[in-house]
């Protein structure tokens, strides 16, 4: 499901502060606590990713930015203006696509384009000249007049993300928008995301894909249990679980599960854990002396450089913990 938004009020003068502005955000349903205490700074004109296993409340952090859930306690600002006081003009100056893409299958792309423009308030010369730029903008102008059932799951997203930008909005609001796609057209989205940011447009960004927050975003950060556990540029998180990753492959479960506490990679099916090192000789040495001082207990060893994955498992393999762990910068 997508949100349109018509296009902003403006405001006489230069956007200025954080595109958003969130601190101690919390919401609830029943007795369940989605958002703990949720803080978020994302500057404007960068592409910010939000990650986070099932559940840990990233879609309800984006409901709340967008205005369509109110926090139970906290206070968020988005483009300027605050969520809950100032609604219409956060509707006005964001754009928010979910993670099916909405677009009318009985109407054509440049219908369902114009469609939008016309929803936004832009006069009829206005929507078609708004259309051809977006339908060119987004390379769906051959197909401009198919009908949009004809398409493919690809194009649908491109033509539902080019249906959110009719009004140009300040803040992009994407959750988990690639997924379902197929590698090729997951690529094309992540060239729109770049294309969006160089033009000034601050993308939020909600995945579970982290090669994609690794490609796309300025900066990063993992949530766990409602609350932020880390955040920063992927070097910087990459760096707080080591530069490098030991994979090592052990003779048997026993001498598997001595060690699996310390992993931030593992595989019972292959006995594999993969423990987090600065990659040089001398700390490799070591490592493999401690684990295995007799040489039995490890078959081989690889040596990796440390993913957004390993940072991933590590900072949410043991959510109940991790939550009252302080914020990484």
Do not use: C
């Not at 390379?139 to 799951?153: E, F, H, I, Q």
């Not at 048997?252 to 000789?281: C, F, K, M, N, W």
């Amino acid at each position: 499901m997508s949100t349109r938004r018509p296009p902003p009020v403006a405001t006489g003068g230069p956007a200025t502060g954080p595109a958003v502005d969130a601190h101690g955000l919390r919401k609830a349903y029943g007795k369940v606590t989605v958002l703990d205490g949720l803080d978020l700074v994302v500057e404007r004109g960068t592409v910010f990713a939000l990650l986070g296993p099932n559940g840990a409340g990233k879609t309800t952090t984006v409901r709340i930015l967008a205005t369509l859930t109110a926090p139970d306690a906290g206070h968020a600002r988005v483009a300027g203006h605050d969520v809950t006081a100032d609604r219409g003009r956060v509707r006005r100056a964001i754009s928010l696509t979910g993670q099916f893409a909405a677009v009318d299958e009985k109407q054509t792309g440049e219908e369902n384009l114009r469609m939008m423009g016309r929803l936004s308030g832009l006069s009829r010369r206005a929507a078609r000249r708004r259309t051809a730029e977006l339908l060119e903008r987004f390379d769906l102008t051959g197909a401009g007049r198919r009908l949009a059932v004809t398409y493919s799951g690809g194009m649908r997203r491109r033509l539902d993300l080019a249906a959110g930008l009719v009004g140009e909005p300040e803040v992009v609001f994407l959750d988990e928008p690639t997924t379902g796609l197929d590698p090729r057209s997951r690529q094309e989205l992540w060239q729109v995301v770049r294309d969006l940011s160089g033009r000034g447009t601050t993308v939020f960004l909600t995945t579970q894909y982290l090669e994609e927050a690794d490609r796309l975003a300025d900066r990063v950060a993992v949530m766990d249990g409602g609350r932020i556990v880390a955040q920063g540029t992927a070097a910087e998180l990459k760096s707080t679980v080591g530069g490098h990753r030991l994979d090592l492959v052990f003779t048997d479960p026993a001498a598997y599960r001595r060690h699996e506490e310390r992993a931030v990679h593992r595989s019972p099916q292959t006995l594999t854990l993969g423990i987090p090192t600065d990659g040089s000789a001398a700390l490799v040495r070591a490592l493999l002396d401690e684990i295995d001082p007799e040489r039995r207990d490890v078959a081989r060893f690889s040596l990796h450089t440390t993913t957004l994955d390993d940072v991933f498992l590590s900072l949410t393999r043991t959510g109940a913990h991790r939550q009252e762990e302080p914020t990484h910068a």
